[in-house]
Structure formats: structure tokens, C-alpha cells
């Protein structure tokens, strides 16, 4: 299939695209400029991505640049993983904002795309949204960020049903992963590298952490689904279902075999539940039917943080 996907050059994006293109799928990406022009952990990504799609650079969601693409293009699904995500842990982010830039111009691109081969639609959603995964009640959004995740889909959906578009929505939980933003694994590594005790503040949140690479396979497998599909979907697939406190071990247990490292952990008695305590995908997913194996992707991030540190060979 001949795939347009927004949002490529994040970590998400990056493993999205790889997987798609692996799959034997037509990859176009626009970006907002070219890959050298990025920086960092985002210029890694966008050279992958460039490896194995088509860059589109110099052009956003709805602008005139993308109006243009689709225009003269035809695409058999529309993966719409793009958000605004700037200070997205921020109660000042700016939900309104946010979403006028996830949605501009959405009902022209639609129909501009709907008018030829068009078969669906997949948005990328979060956990974290209002009303998304299971947890404690009520189920509210965790940040504006999360609102404005909600919104957007509302925003797709409503366009889509008008239109005629099957939708599919993925909903992401926790993925970590090689070329991830300095998050939680890379802190735990990070102070471990250095020889000291890693603390955990918040143990006893119950969340959902999952491979990205396991996690961009069934998104493959949810876009292709959707191709054919005759009816609109949501999935969310379940990852390591554990507390932040278990999620910790688990890693620090796999880190140490791999690296030698001591991998210490000090769980804190927790004080700050300014989250949710529960939340979590429900989809149960088949590992082996995607084709992957958990070993290998804890070697390979292994060895991602083996060259990310200067670590020797265990």
C-alpha cells in the first residue's frame, strides 16, 4: 500500500515508518524541513526515516505544501501520528492551539483524499486522553496535553463520518525503545553508568509499558487491518501491564544480564499522586504472530545503550 504518515521524525514515528516500510509498504513522510536540518536525537530519527521512505520536507499537517501532495497523489491510508507536543507536561499547554495545528485545514485534506483512493484513516491516540484504557474512575485526561489528544480524534472522527472514511484509532501507552527522549529507562541507565542506586518515586503508579518496536509491529498490523476493514476501530494493545515500581525491576533485571551494570533500585514510599493511580491499554496482543521476540528486543536496546554510554562489551 502507498501510506502517508504524518508525525515521522518522532520516537514513535521513526519505529512506525521503519516497520510499515519493512511490511513492503510505500512510505511518504512530510516533514517540516529536511532531515539535516533537524538536531540531535530528532536528526537520528529523520535520517532513519529517510532511509526508508519518502521525505517531503518544508511542509506541515493542511498547509498549502500538503494540500498540494495529496492533491497530486494517491495514498491507500492516511496515518495521521503528528500532535502538537511542546511542553506537553505543562498544565499552561495550550490545548486550543494544539489541536488547530493536529486538525488544520482537516475536512479539505480529507476530501481532497476521499475523491480518490482513499480507503482509511488511522490517528494515533494516547492512553492518557480522557475516557481512553481501563484504570481507576473517573477517567480523566492526565495533562491538557491528553485533552487535546481527545479532541483531535473527535475533531478526525467527526470529518470521517461525514465523509464516508473508515477510522481507526491506536492507542499508544508507554513505549520505550532505542532513540527515545531522555525518559525514565535513560535516567535508570544513566545513574546506574555512574554507579549509583537509582531511585523511583512514583512505584506504585500501575501503567503500561511497551517495547516500541513490539508496539510499531501491531501498528503495522492495525493499518493494514484498517485497509480492508469494514468497520471503524479503536485498539490499544497491552504491553507490560505492571507498577512503575515492577516495571523498574523488570528493566533493571534485564539491563544487569546484559550490561553487567549493578543496576540498583531504591523504591521510594510514594507521596505524589498527582496522576491516576491505574491506567492502561486492553487489547491483548500475540507477540510471536507479529514476528517478534522479547529477548532479541531487549538485546537490541541493550546494545543501543551499550554505544549511548561507551560501555564496554559484557
Same mark, same amino acid.
Given at each position: 500500500?502507498?501510506?502517508?504518515?504524518?508525525?515521522?521524525?518522532?520516537?514513535?514515528?521513526?519505529?512506525?515508518?521503519?516497520?510499515?516500510?519493512?511490511?513492503?509498504?510505500?512510505?511518504?513522510?512530510?516533514?517540516?524541513?529536511?532531515?539535516?536540518?533537524?538536531?540531535?536525537?530528532?536528526?537520528?530519527?529523520?535520517?532513519?526515516?529517510?532511509?526508508?521512505?519518502?521525505?517531503?520536507?518544508?511542509?506541515?499537517?493542511?498547509?498549502?505544501?500538503?494540500?498540494?501532495?495529496?492533491?497530486?497523489?494517491?495514498?491507500?491510508?492516511?496515518?495521521?501520528?503528528?500532535?502538537?507536543?511542546?511542553?506537553?507536561?505543562?498544565?499552561?499547554?495550550?490545548?486550543?492551539?494544539?489541536?488547530?495545528? /493536529?486538525?488544520?485545514?482537516?475536512?479539505?485534506?480529507?476530501?481532497?483524499?476521499?475523491?480518490?483512493?482513499?480507503?482509511?484513516?488511522?490517528?494515533?491516540?494516547?492512553?492518557?486522553?480522557?475516557?481512553?484504557?481501563?484504570? /481507576?474512575?473517573?477517567?480523566?485526561?492526565?495533562?491538557?496535553?491528553?485533552?487535546?489528544?481527545?479532541?483531535?480524534?473527535?475533531?478526525?472522527?467527526?470529518?470521517?463520518?461525514?465523509?464516508?472514511?473508515?477510522?481507526?484509532?491506536?492507542?499508544?501507552?508507554?513505549?520505550?525503545?532505542?532513540?527515545?527522549?531522555?525518559?525514565?529507562?535513560?535516567?535508570?541507565?544513566?545513574?546506574?553508568?555512574?554507579?549509583?542506586?537509582?531511585?523511583? /518515586?512514583?512505584?506504585?503508579?500501575?501503567?503500561?509499558?511497551?517495547?516500541?518496536?513490539?508496539?510499531?509491529?501491531?501498528?503495522?498490523?492495525?493499518?493494514?487491518?484498517?485497509?480492508?476493514?469494514?468497520?471503524?476501530?479503536?485498539?490499544?494493545?497491552?504491553?507490560?501491564?505492571?507498577?512503575?515500581?515492577?516495571?523498574?525491576?523488570?528493566?533493571?533485571?534485564?539491563?544487569?544480564?546484559?550490561?553487567?551494570?549493578?543496576?540498583?533500585?531504591?523504591?521510594?514510599?510514594?507521596?505524589?499522586?498527582?496522576?491516576?493511580?491505574?491506567?492502561? /491499554?486492553?487489547?491483548?496482543?500475540?507477540?510471536?504472530?507479529?514476528?517478534?521476540?522479547?529477548?532479541?528486543?531487549?538485546?537490541?536496546?541493550?546494545?543501543?545503550?551499550?554505544?549511548?554510554?561507551?560501555?564496554?562489551?559484557?
Amino acid at each position: 500500500m502507498k501510506i502517508l504518515l504524518t508525525g515521522a521524525s518522532s520516537f514513535s514515528g521513526m519505529w512506525i515508518a521503519e516497520k510499515l516500510a519493512a511490511a513492503g509498504h510505500e512510505v511518504v513522510a512530510p516533514l517540516r524541513s529536511a532531515p539535516a536540518a533537524y538536531d540531535g536525537l530528532r536528526g537520528i530519527r529523520a535520517a532513519r526515516v529517510a532511509a526508508v521512505a519518502e521525505i517531503v520536507p518544508g511542509i506541515s499537517f493542511g498547509d498549502d505544501g500538503f494540500i498540494g501532495l495529496v492533491k497530486g497523489r494517491d495514498f491507500d491510508v492516511l496515518v495521521h501520528h503528528a500532535a502538537r507536543v511542546t511542553d506537553y507536561r505543562s498544565l499552561d499547554f495550550d490545548v486550543t492551539g494544539a489541536v488547530a495545528d /493536529n486538525t488544520h485545514r482537516l475536512r479539505q485534506v480529507l476530501e481532497v483524499m476521499s475523491g480518490r483512493s482513499l480507503k482509511a484513516v488511522v490517528a494515533t491516540g494516547s492512553v492518557f486522553e480522557n475516557d481512553a484504557g481501563a484504570g /481507576n474512575e473517573p477517567r480523566e485526561a492526565f495533562s491538557p496535553y491528553g485533552l487535546s489528544k481527545a479532541l483531535t480524534y473527535q475533531m478526525i472522527r467527526f470529518w470521517c463520518g461525514r465523509l464516508g472514511i473508515r477510522l481507526g484509532k491506536f492507542m499508544i501507552a508507554n513505549p520505550f525503545g532505542p532513540y527515545e527522549e531522555p525518559r525514565f529507562c535513560n535516567y535508570l541507565l544513566k545513574t546506574w553508568v555512574k554507579g549509583d542506586v537509582a531511585g523511583v /518515586n512514583t512505584p506504585r503508579y500501575l501503567r503500561d509499558n511497551i517495547h516500541v518496536d513490539l508496539m510499531a509491529l501491531a501498528y503495522t498490523d492495525f493499518v493494514e487491518t484498517m485497509a480492508s476493514s469494514q468497520v471503524d476501530r479503536i485498539y490499544g494493545p497491552m504491553g507490560y501491564v505492571e507498577t512503575q515500581g515492577a516495571f523498574a525491576e523488570r528493566f533493571a533485571a534485564r539491563m544487569r544480564e546484559r550490561l553487567g551494570l549493578a543496576c540498583g533500585l531504591s523504591l521510594a514510599e510514594q507521596t505524589d499522586f498527582s496522576e491516576p493511580l491505574a491506567r492502561v /491499554n486492553t487489547c491483548h496482543i500475540d507477540p510471536a504472530a507479529l514476528g517478534w521476540s522479547e529477548s532479541l528486543a531487549w538485546d537490541g536496546l541493550a546494545a543501543y545503550y551499550r554505544e549511548q554510554f561507551g560501555l564496554a562489551a559484557n
